[in-house]
């Protein structure tokens, strides 16, 4: 029988256990380690991201929209969806949120603060922003089933040991991030009943991968890119798909 909600409840627990161990084993590891791990996860971050915004050639999305279509819909989600998140600040308010959390959660001084923050919001957005999240959420809202979720738990668990090592208890509070996040979505699931077309899905997977892409620049220290305000994308994202075959039928 399939419960709608376990993933999510599997994958908060994944994390926990996880930020856990890296607390533990944080503290025994050199803060050159800590940087080496931390650098690996971006670019394992990149990989992934690189392997989603792929998907842009998807001949699914390419068949539904047009072969020259599906690169301008990825270029004009994040310039749509960034401009609509930088005012509302979404990057500033994750990480007030982190803050708030931090508050309650920890009594540390200016340099752990920065810390947490930094924890919450990078392992929010790795945990939160991905194929997976979104697909395996209303697959397990639909109830049909948490194996894309269980999937993603079991991912997530060990990379919170690494980010935890790194970036200390903020991670651990993505949790919470990761629960809002997946519930609201398995709840939509639960809800409509049915999933998004396909190539709505391929166009919110490609984008997906292209924060995945700013998420790893950050955590290399290359650019601090505002992922937090790009993520109104996601929405937009299917929303210029199903435009733009409304479009084409008027046309044809």
Same mark, same amino acid.
């Given at each position: =029988?399939?419960?709608?909600?376990?993933?999510?409840?599997?994958?908060? /627990?994944? *994390?926990?256990?996880? !930020?856990? *161990?890296?607390?533990? @084993?944080?503290?025994?590891? &050199?803060?050159?380690?800590?940087?080496?791990?931390?650098?690996?996860?971006?670019?394992?971050?990149? #990989?992934?991201?690189?392997?989603?915004?792929?998907?842009?050639?998807?001949?699914?999305? /390419?068949?539904?929209?047009?072969? !020259? +279509? &599906?690169?301008? *819909?990825?270029?004009?989600?994040?310039? $749509?969806?960034? $401009?609509?998140?930088?005012?509302?600040? *979404?990057? +500033?308010?994750?990480?007030?949120?982190?803050?708030?959390?931090?508050?309650?959660?920890?009594?540390?001084?200016?340099?752990?603060?920065?810390?947490?923050?930094?924890?919450?919001?990078?392992?929010?957005? %790795?945990?939160?922003?991905?194929?997976?999240? $979104?697909?395996?959420?209303?697959?397990?809202?639909?109830?049909?089933?948490?194996?894309?979720?269980?999937?993603?738990?079991?991912?997530?668990?060990?990379?919170?040991?690494?980010?935890?090592? !790194?970036?200390? +208890?903020?991670? =651990?509070?993505?949790?919470?991030?990761? +629960? %809002?996040?997946?519930?609201?979505?398995?709840?939509?699931?639960?809800?409509?009943?049915?999933?998004? &077309?396909?190539?709505?899905?391929?166009? $919110?997977?490609?984008?997906?991968? #292209?924060?995945?892409?700013?998420?790893?620049?950050?955590?290399?220290?290359?650019?601090?890119?505002? %992922?937090?305000? @790009?993520?109104? /994308?996601?929405?937009?994202?299917?929303?210029?798909?199903? @435009?733009? =075959?409304? @479009?084409?039928?008027?046309?044809?």
């Amino acid at each position: =029988m399939n419960w709608p909600g376990l993933g999510t409840a599997v994958n908060v /627990a994944t *994390i926990l256990a996880g !930020s856990a *161990i890296g607390l533990l @084993l944080g503290h025994r590891l &050199p803060q050159r380690t800590r940087d080496t791990v931390t650098d690996a996860l971006g670019l394992v971050t990149l #990989l992934i991201g690189g392997l989603s915004a792929a998907v842009v050639t998807s001949p699914r999305l /390419a068949g539904a929209v047009g072969s !020259s +279509a &599906p690169v301008l *819909i990825v270029l004009g989600s994040p310039l $749509i969806g960034g $401009i609509v998140g930088s005012l509302v600040d *979404i990057e +500033a308010r994750l990480e007030s949120f982190g803050d708030w959390l931090r508050q309650r959660l920890t009594r540390s001084g200016s340099g752990e603060h920065e810390r947490f923050i930094e924890g919450f919001v990078t392992a929010s957005l %790795v945990f939160c922003v991905g194929p997976l999240t $979104i697909l395996g959420s209303l697959s397990d809202g639909l109830g049909l089933g948490a194996d894309q979720l269980l999937l993603k738990s079991a991912l997530d668990g060990f990379a919170a040991v690494a980010f935890a090592a !790194s970036l200390g +208890a903020g991670v =651990m509070a993505s949790a919470v991030a990761v +629960a %809002v996040v997946q519930g609201a979505l398995t709840l939509v699931g639960f809800l409509v009943g049915d999933v998004l &077309p396909g190539p709505h899905l391929d166009a $919110i997977t490609a984008t997906g991968g #292209l924060l995945l892409l700013g998420v790893g620049l950050r955590l290399l220290r290359i650019k601090l890119v505002p %992922v937090g305000n @790009l993520l109104p /994308a996601l929405v937009v994202a299917p929303l210029l798909v199903g @435009l733009v =075959m409304l @479009l084409g039928r008027g046309v044809s």
